[in-house]
Protein backbone atom coordinates (compact mmCIF):
# COMPACT_ATOMS: atom_id res chain seq x y z
CA UNK A 1 0.00 0.00 0.00
CA UNK A 2 0.87 3.66 -0.15
CA UNK A 3 0.53 6.56 1.92
CA UNK A 4 0.43 10.01 1.24
CA UNK A 5 0.54 12.84 3.29
CA UNK A 6 -1.40 15.63 1.55
CA UNK A 7 -1.05 19.52 2.07
CA UNK A 8 -3.02 21.78 3.05
CA UNK A 9 -6.05 20.17 4.09
CA UNK A 10 -8.38 23.28 3.70
CA UNK A 11 -7.93 26.88 2.95
CA UNK A 12 -9.57 29.68 2.11
CA UNK A 13 -8.40 32.22 -0.87
CA UNK A 14 -8.82 35.33 -2.16
CA UNK A 15 -9.86 35.76 -5.92
CA UNK A 16 -6.70 36.61 -8.32
CA UNK A 17 -4.70 34.59 -6.12
CA UNK A 18 -3.09 31.19 -6.05
CA UNK A 19 -3.13 28.13 -3.85
CA UNK A 20 -0.27 25.23 -3.83
CA UNK A 21 -1.02 21.70 -2.84
CA UNK A 22 1.95 19.40 -1.57
CA UNK A 23 1.73 15.55 -1.93
CA UNK A 24 4.16 13.45 -0.47
CA UNK A 25 3.81 9.50 -0.67
CA UNK A 26 6.17 7.04 1.77
CA UNK A 27 7.59 5.11 -1.53
CA UNK A 28 9.30 5.87 -4.92
CA UNK A 29 6.24 5.72 -7.49
CA UNK A 30 6.31 6.49 -10.96
CA UNK A 31 3.44 8.63 -11.88
CA UNK A 32 1.17 10.61 -9.84
CA UNK A 33 -2.21 12.23 -10.37
CA UNK A 34 -4.13 15.22 -9.37
CA UNK A 35 -8.16 15.29 -9.35
CA UNK A 36 -10.50 17.59 -9.23
CA UNK A 37 -13.85 16.50 -6.61
CA UNK A 38 -16.46 19.20 -6.82
CA UNK A 39 -19.64 18.63 -5.02
CA UNK A 40 -22.19 15.48 -6.55
CA UNK A 41 -20.14 15.75 -9.34
CA UNK A 42 -17.21 12.72 -10.04
CA UNK A 43 -13.31 12.85 -9.24
CA UNK A 44 -11.94 14.44 -12.55
CA UNK A 45 -8.34 13.96 -13.66
CA UNK A 46 -6.42 17.14 -13.92
CA UNK A 47 -3.19 15.54 -15.26
CA UNK A 48 -0.56 13.09 -14.72
CA UNK A 49 2.57 13.74 -13.43
CA UNK A 50 6.04 12.04 -14.26
CA UNK A 51 9.33 12.82 -13.05
CA UNK A 52 11.50 14.28 -15.21
CA UNK A 53 9.39 15.36 -17.84
CA UNK A 54 6.33 17.65 -17.79
CA UNK A 55 2.65 16.68 -16.70
CA UNK A 56 0.01 15.40 -19.34
CA UNK A 57 -3.07 17.48 -18.81
CA UNK A 58 -6.65 16.52 -19.23
CA UNK A 59 -8.75 18.32 -21.49
CA UNK A 60 -10.16 21.21 -20.50
CA UNK A 61 -7.46 21.98 -17.89
CA UNK A 62 -3.84 23.70 -18.86
CA UNK A 63 -0.62 24.47 -17.38
CA UNK A 64 -0.75 28.09 -17.32
CA UNK A 65 -3.51 26.99 -14.86
CA UNK A 66 -2.64 24.31 -13.03
CA UNK A 67 1.29 24.23 -13.31
CA UNK A 68 2.34 21.15 -11.57
CA UNK A 69 6.14 20.05 -10.03
CA UNK A 70 7.58 16.68 -9.69
CA UNK A 71 11.27 17.11 -8.53
CA UNK A 72 11.20 13.17 -7.45
CA UNK A 73 10.07 10.10 -7.23
CA UNK A 74 8.00 10.60 -3.87
CA UNK A 75 6.82 14.61 -4.16
CA UNK A 76 4.63 16.61 -6.25
CA UNK A 77 3.03 19.77 -6.42
CA UNK A 78 0.08 21.26 -7.86
CA UNK A 79 -0.79 25.28 -8.20
CA UNK A 80 -4.06 26.49 -9.01
CA UNK A 81 -3.35 30.08 -10.04
CA UNK A 82 -5.83 33.09 -10.56
CA UNK A 83 -8.11 31.87 -8.52
CA UNK A 84 -11.72 32.52 -8.71
CA UNK A 85 -14.78 31.31 -6.63
CA UNK A 86 -15.44 28.38 -9.63
CA UNK A 87 -11.87 26.86 -8.65
CA UNK A 88 -13.54 26.04 -4.91
CA UNK A 89 -13.13 22.40 -4.83
CA UNK A 90 -11.77 19.68 -2.92
CA UNK A 91 -8.46 18.74 -5.16
CA UNK A 92 -6.90 15.14 -4.39
CA UNK A 93 -3.60 13.63 -5.27
CA UNK A 94 -3.26 10.27 -5.90
CA UNK A 95 -0.64 7.33 -6.85
CA UNK A 96 -1.10 3.51 -7.93
CA UNK A 97 1.38 0.69 -7.55
CA UNK A 98 0.89 -0.71 -10.90
CA UNK A 99 -1.86 -2.05 -10.06
CA UNK A 100 -5.91 -1.02 -10.55
CA UNK A 101 -5.94 0.50 -6.74
CA UNK A 102 -5.54 4.17 -6.37
CA UNK A 103 -4.28 5.68 -3.38
CA UNK A 104 -5.60 8.82 -2.51
CA UNK A 105 -4.48 11.75 -0.67
CA UNK A 106 -6.83 13.22 2.09
CA UNK A 107 -7.64 15.98 -0.36
CA UNK A 108 -7.04 19.30 0.04
CA UNK A 109 -10.72 21.96 0.10
CA UNK A 110 -9.90 24.92 -1.07
CA UNK A 111 -12.57 28.07 -0.98
CA UNK A 112 -12.11 30.92 -3.33
CA UNK A 113 -13.44 34.11 -1.40
CA UNK B 1 -23.71 10.44 -22.37
CA UNK B 2 -21.36 10.34 -19.34
CA UNK B 3 -18.85 7.18 -19.56
CA UNK B 4 -20.29 6.24 -15.67
CA UNK B 5 -23.85 7.12 -14.55
CA UNK B 6 -23.87 6.93 -10.91
CA UNK B 7 -26.99 8.02 -8.69
CA UNK B 8 -25.93 10.27 -6.14
CA UNK B 9 -28.48 9.81 -3.62
CA UNK B 10 -28.34 10.66 -0.61
CA UNK B 11 -29.70 7.13 -0.02
CA UNK B 12 -31.03 6.72 3.87
CA UNK B 13 -31.26 3.25 5.24
CA UNK B 14 -31.57 1.78 9.00
CA UNK B 15 -29.19 -0.05 10.84
CA UNK B 16 -29.40 -3.72 9.44
CA UNK B 17 -30.93 -3.13 6.12
CA UNK B 18 -29.14 -4.69 2.86
CA UNK B 19 -28.20 -1.96 0.96
CA UNK B 20 -27.72 -1.63 -2.49
CA UNK B 21 -25.48 0.32 -4.77
CA UNK B 22 -24.89 0.35 -8.62
CA UNK B 23 -23.34 2.25 -11.59
CA UNK B 24 -23.73 1.87 -15.56
CA UNK B 25 -21.05 2.52 -18.00
CA UNK B 26 -20.95 2.91 -21.64
CA UNK B 27 -17.26 1.55 -22.33
CA UNK B 28 -17.47 -2.17 -23.23
CA UNK B 29 -13.67 -1.71 -23.08
CA UNK B 30 -13.26 -1.54 -18.66
CA UNK B 31 -11.97 -4.57 -17.36
CA UNK B 32 -11.40 -3.25 -13.73
CA UNK B 33 -13.98 -2.39 -11.33
CA UNK B 34 -13.86 -0.96 -8.27
CA UNK B 35 -16.09 0.80 -5.74
CA UNK B 36 -13.77 3.18 -3.39
CA UNK B 37 -15.61 4.60 0.26
CA UNK B 38 -15.04 7.47 1.24
CA UNK B 39 -15.60 9.27 4.42
CA UNK B 40 -16.36 13.03 5.34
CA UNK B 41 -13.01 15.00 4.86
CA UNK B 42 -11.09 11.89 3.99
CA UNK B 43 -10.15 10.87 0.45
CA UNK B 44 -10.88 7.30 -1.13
CA UNK B 45 -10.09 4.18 0.00
CA UNK B 46 -10.65 0.80 -2.61
CA UNK B 47 -13.25 -1.37 -0.76
CA UNK B 48 -13.74 -3.82 -3.44
CA UNK B 49 -11.84 -4.61 -6.99
CA UNK B 50 -13.19 -7.22 -9.62
CA UNK B 51 -11.48 -7.83 -12.78
CA UNK B 52 -14.10 -8.78 -15.71
CA UNK B 53 -17.40 -10.25 -14.88
CA UNK B 54 -18.80 -12.14 -11.68
CA UNK B 55 -19.48 -11.53 -7.73
CA UNK B 56 -16.90 -11.07 -5.60
CA UNK B 57 -17.20 -11.26 -1.33
CA UNK B 58 -15.37 -9.96 1.57
CA UNK B 59 -17.34 -10.21 4.97
CA UNK B 60 -20.67 -8.02 4.75
CA UNK B 61 -19.85 -6.83 1.28
CA UNK B 62 -20.26 -8.24 -2.32
CA UNK B 63 -19.57 -6.98 -6.05
CA UNK B 64 -21.05 -7.83 -8.99
CA UNK B 65 -20.47 -7.11 -12.36
CA UNK B 66 -22.58 -7.63 -15.42
CA UNK B 67 -20.78 -6.99 -18.39
CA UNK B 68 -23.22 -7.66 -20.80
CA UNK B 69 -25.66 -5.19 -19.38
CA UNK B 70 -22.60 -2.81 -18.29
CA UNK B 71 -24.17 -2.88 -15.06
CA UNK B 72 -22.02 -2.69 -11.72
CA UNK B 73 -23.54 -3.24 -8.25
CA UNK B 74 -22.36 -3.57 -4.20
CA UNK B 75 -24.23 -4.79 -1.69
CA UNK B 76 -23.54 -3.85 1.71
CA UNK B 77 -25.51 -6.74 4.32
CA UNK B 78 -26.26 -5.86 8.05
CA UNK B 79 -25.42 -2.22 7.39
CA UNK B 80 -24.23 0.07 10.60
CA UNK B 81 -24.03 3.94 11.23
CA UNK B 82 -20.38 2.93 10.38
CA UNK B 83 -20.62 2.20 7.01
CA UNK B 84 -22.28 5.78 6.37
CA UNK B 85 -20.26 7.39 3.83
CA UNK B 86 -19.67 7.89 -0.26
CA UNK B 87 -19.07 5.18 -2.48
CA UNK B 88 -17.41 5.69 -5.47
CA UNK B 89 -17.74 3.20 -8.69
CA UNK B 90 -14.50 3.43 -10.43
CA UNK B 91 -13.59 1.79 -14.00
CA UNK B 92 -10.85 1.50 -15.92
CA UNK B 93 -9.76 -0.40 -18.89
CA UNK B 94 -6.61 -2.68 -20.42
CA UNK B 95 -5.78 0.01 -22.85
CA UNK B 96 -5.91 3.56 -23.91
CA UNK B 97 -3.27 4.84 -20.46
CA UNK B 98 -5.12 2.91 -18.15
CA UNK B 99 -7.00 5.48 -16.65
CA UNK B 100 -9.19 5.31 -14.10
CA UNK B 101 -12.75 6.72 -14.44
CA UNK B 102 -15.03 7.51 -11.66
CA UNK B 103 -18.31 7.51 -11.00
CA UNK B 104 -19.99 10.66 -9.03
CA UNK B 105 -21.11 8.92 -5.56
CA UNK B 106 -23.10 7.60 -4.06
CA UNK B 107 -23.82 9.22 -0.40
CA UNK B 108 -25.35 6.81 2.28
CA UNK B 109 -26.44 7.32 6.14
CA UNK B 110 -27.24 4.12 7.42
CA UNK B 111 -29.52 5.38 11.13
CA UNK B 112 -28.90 3.99 14.26
Known amino acids: SAVISQKPSRDICQRGTSLTIQCQVD?????MFWYRQQPGQSLTLIAT?????????ESGFVIDKFPISRPNLTFSTLTVSNLSPEDSSIYLC??????????FGQGTRLTVV | QKEVEQDPGPLSVPEGAIVSLNCTYS??????FMWYRQYSRKGPELLMY????GNKEDGRFTAQVDKSSKYISLFIRDSQPSDSATYLC????????????FGAGTRLFVKA
Open chain 2, 50 to 53: TYSS
Open chain 1, 27 to 31: SQVTM
Open chain 2, 90 to 101: AMMSDTGGFKTI
Open chain 2, 27 to 32: NSAFQY
Open chain 1, 49 to 57: ANQGSEATY
Open chain 1, 94 to 103: SVDLGGAEAF
